[in-house]
């Protein structure tokens, strides 16, 4: 495959390495950015083959950076990483021409589904060394993990304002998805919903974040080289 100029658009640091790291030893230039807004600006200055959109991100609906794609722009492939669609979502994106591509992030589906948007065979195996630098990753992901569900608790047992809960909920349930922690994930992604729906608080799934924060991050395993 010929070299891509890819954009990241993903708010959790930790799922943003991953992927430039696999992406720069396969040869890629890789453009990252955070919000919404980031990279709409991003689309503006620079020719893209691909982007690489997470849904959810802090200053709005990911989606809509390819619904209101810049008109003087051509609009590269898109594949949209998520952890979690819902059947509206999932039409949105099918109607926009996109791939979804579901947390956890394998590096060989990765690899096959930027074959399938640009065109051209999935490249060989990681370079050496890859699998070493995932390790600490994994490391500083069960760290994280650990950390951000106890700012979690905290914000949510102090009856923080939702949409900061609301934030740091989704931002944890990304990072869990993509780290192997699937049940702190989960309980986070509830969290998450509470804070848009009425008559359920969030502080119903705190007993469960505590329990699971100690428990499920000492089994935390990393995305693998070899999917």
């Known amino acids: 495959m010929r070299p891509l100029t890819v954009l990241i658009i993903e708010d959790t640091t930790l799922v943003r390495r991953l992927m430039t790291r696999l992406l720069t030893l396969d040869g890629h230039a890789v453009i990252e950015v955070e919000t919404l807004g980031q990279g709409f600006e991003q689309a503006g200055r620079h020719k893209l083959d691909l982007v690489l959109l997470d849904l959810h991100l802090p200053d709005g609906d990911g989606l809509s950076l ?6 003087d722009h051509e609009r590269p492939a898109v ?13 949105r994106v099918m109607s926009a021409g996109a791939i979804v591509l579901r947390k ?27 699998d070493d630098e995932m390790a600490k990753l994994v490391r500083d992901a ?3 993990i650990t950390k951000r569900a106890a700012e979690l608790a905290d914000l949510v047992r102090s009856d923080g304002p939702r949409t900061d809960i609301q934030q740091r909920a989704h931002k944890l349930a990304g990072l869990a998805a993509q780290f192997y922690a699937p049940r702190i994930a989960e309980i986070a992604d509830r969290i ?3 804070c848009k729906l009425e ?6 799934c705190l007993a469960d974040l505590e329990f699971l924060s100690h428990k499920e991050t000492d089994t935390v395993v990393g995305m693998r080289s070899n999917g």
């Open 199 to 204: 008559g359920i608080l969030p502080r119903d």
């Open 192 to 194: 998450e919903q509470a």
């Open 66 to 71: 390819i619904e209101q794609w810049p008109g």
């Open 79 to 91: 594949i949209v990483l998520t952890a979690a669609v819902a059947r509206d979502t999932e039409e």
């Open 142 to 144: 069960r760290e994280e």
């Open 104 to 130: 956890p992030i394998a590096a060989a589906d990765l690899r096959v589904a930027i074959a399938r948007a640009c065109g051209g065979p999935a490249p060989p195996k990681a370079a050496n060394g890859f």
